[in-house]
């Protein structure tokens, strides 16, 4: 770790020097670790309140290289849009991101998200999704899945999941992405992609997060991937009118070539109370969702 002052002797190559707070398998390193090669950590960041705002340490220390403006949980939006035009006023180019949690995005701040997803705001938002309020000891979130066991849904959750990248075309941005931490290189794609675009511009992150969902902390990767192996979690791009699937889901376009769900679930001790018929439910869930994207793919073609 670095003090804020001493920055300036380091290069832009990292957006996060070693020596963090971050849990062993953390996913939000891995995933800030490719915004920056994304971007060549010349950005500035804007973090709500959560897990990322604590994993660079206590001022006057910091792991980050790049400037960020750590703010209220309800505020990032709004913010990273008020720098965004004070930095366009002094000449000063560059992408504002803002690296927000599900919390943040889904609950308490969507009301600042909508608001500048709907003004078009030129920044892009990256919602680093471990599916729970993590850091304060894994409440539930509006896009926890359905099942899933938290400390405010003992018996799993009983209600629904909030879509939030679909819930972002239908304020007419211009780009909005689904991600995931265990495939890299589609999402420096999509963050570059973004980054070429003007406007508002949504990436949802799929981040497995060990101690909140139960797994060993050297899995973090291997249930990411089975997220999208088994079609729990489909990767597609919407870019200025037409949706695709994006490579790594296109194989399970087929049903047939999707993994077992079973597989996905089995390694999460956050789904080890479910039922036969709970993982039917899930099952049924999975199918209208890919029903539901291989429509939309074409209707926004
Ligand atoms: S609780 Fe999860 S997301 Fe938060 S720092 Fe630990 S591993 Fe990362």
Redo the contacts with the bound molecule.
């Keep these: 770790m670095v003090t804020i002052n001493e920055l300036h002797r380091y290069g832009r190559t990292k957006l996060i020097m070693p020596g963090t707070?971050?849990?062993?398998?953390?996913?939000?390193?891995l995933g800030m670790r490719y915004l920056a090669m994304a971007l060549d950590a010349r950005f500035a960041m804007v973090i709500p309140a959560?897990?990322?705002s604590?994993?660079p340490g206590a001022a006057p220390y910091t792991a980050f290289t790049v400037p960020v403006m750590h703010v209220p949980f309800a505020s990032s939006p709004a913010v990273a849009s008020g720098l965004r035009r004070a930095l366009r006023i002094r000449g000063v180019d560059g992408p504002v991101v803002v690296w927000a949690?599900d919390g943040a995005s889904a609950d308490i701040g969507f009301a600042s998200l909508s608001g500048s997803a709907y003004r078009n705001e030129d920044i892009i938002y990256i919602l680093?999704d471990?599916e729970a309020y993590?850091?304060t000891g894994?409440q539930a979130s509006g896009t926890t899945p359905p099942k899933a066991w938290t400390t405010t849904s003992p018996r799993g959750k009983t209600e629904g999941r909030k879509d939030m990248s679909l819930i972002m075309i239908m304020h007419n941005v211009p780009y909005v992405a689904t991600a995931s931490i265990a495939y890299p290189m589609d999402f420096i794609d999509k963050v570059r992609r973004a980054a070429s675009i003007r406007g508002f511009r949504f990436i949802h992150l799929h981040?497995p997060?060990?101690?909140?969902w139960k797994f060993p902390?050297n899995y973090?990767v291997r249930v990411a991937r089975l997220a999208v192996e088994t079609g729990m979690w489909i990767l597609w791009e919407y870019n200025q009118g037409k949706l695709t699937i994006s490579s790594p889901s296109v194989p399970y376009k087929d049903k047939g070539r999707r993994k077992p769900i079973e597989e996905y679930l089995k390694l999460q001790g956050r789904f080890s109370h479910l039922t036969k018929e709970d993982v039917e439910v899930i099952k049924a869930n999975v199918d209208k969702q890919w029903d539901l994207i291989i429509r939309l793919t074409e209707i926004y073609r």
């Design positions: 707070s971050a849990c062993p398998g953390c996913p939000l390193q959560g897990c990322s604590v994993i949690g680093a471990n993590m850091n894994i981040a997060c060990p101690p909140g902390d973090t």
